[in-house]
């Protein structure tokens, strides 16, 4: 079975520049997760999916960040503009349904912003 | 406001013998606990958790005891192997939240 996939690896900006990460999520599964972690710090979730809606984005910097999963699958996270405090690794996750089912996660993008 | 406590950055411990990892939380809503294992480069993988109505749970060598009053889990990995190697990261959540709460995440070292 194959897992969560992440591209890019890593990415390198500048502040003020806008970036976008994708993540296409273990076949099945119908929530999709997005954390960032920052260096010393453990993951926080950005935004829960299930399906293609919006299940909680409390923790989502509207104001810069965007996210959208399309048809319910695939997933894209936009940083717009980025600031130097969003450097930090962009994990995606999956799981099978929503509650305490197991969450999968990708290798992630690290991102630094210059 | 740090909802789930990992209070040692390190712990380094002989291979062999046992690796203690500690958690604190403070929200008693948290009805859900788990724990992940990192590697360099890698995402989080998920290791072992247990439920509120348990005080214990066992899988092979990792063993996950959860202290309700005081709102303590630990983590215990006999024998340890140089694979164990990673940083562990417990992680919280309640039943209508269902959104995991990570801690800060413990780096294990295992010394031959």
């Known amino acids: 079975e194959a897992g969560v996939a992440q591209s890019p690896r890593y990415k390198i900006i500048e502040k003020r520049q806008s970036v976008a990460f994708w993540c296409n999520p273990i076949?099945?599964?119908?929530?999709l997760y997005w954390y960032q972690q920052i260096l010393g710090q453990g993951p926080k979730l950005l935004i829960q999916?299930?399906?293609?809606?919006?299940?909680?984005d409390s923790q989502l910097p509207k104001d810069r960040f965007s996210a959208e999963r399309l048809k319910g699958v695939d997933s894209t996270l936009k940083i717009q503009p980025a600031k130097l405090e969003d450097s930090a690794v962009y994990l995606c996750a999956s799981s099978f349904r929503q509650g305490v089912d197991t969450q999968y996660f990708g290798p992630g993008t690290r991102l630094t912003v210059l | 406001d740090q909802q789930v406590k990992q209070n040692s950055p390190s712990l380094s411990v002989q291979e062999g013998r046992i690796s203690i990892l500690n958690c604190d939380y403070t929200?008693?809503?948290?009805?859900?606990f788990l724990w992940y294992k990192k590697y360099p480069a890698e995402g989080p993988t998920f290791l072992i958790s247990i439920s509120s109505i348990k005080d214990k749970n066992e899988d092979g060598r990792f063993t996950v005891f959860l202290n309700k009053s005081a709102k303590h889990l630990s983590l215990h990995i006999v024998p340890s192997q140089p694979g164990d190697s990673a940083v562990y990261f417990c992680a919280a959540s309640g039943t209508g939240a269902q959104k995991l709460v990570f801690g800060q995440g413990t780096r294990l070292t295992i010394n031959p």
């Open positions: 076949s099945g599964h119908a929530t």
């Open positions: 929200n008693s809503m948290f009805d859900y």
């Open positions: 999916f299930q399906n293609n809606g919006v299940v909680d």
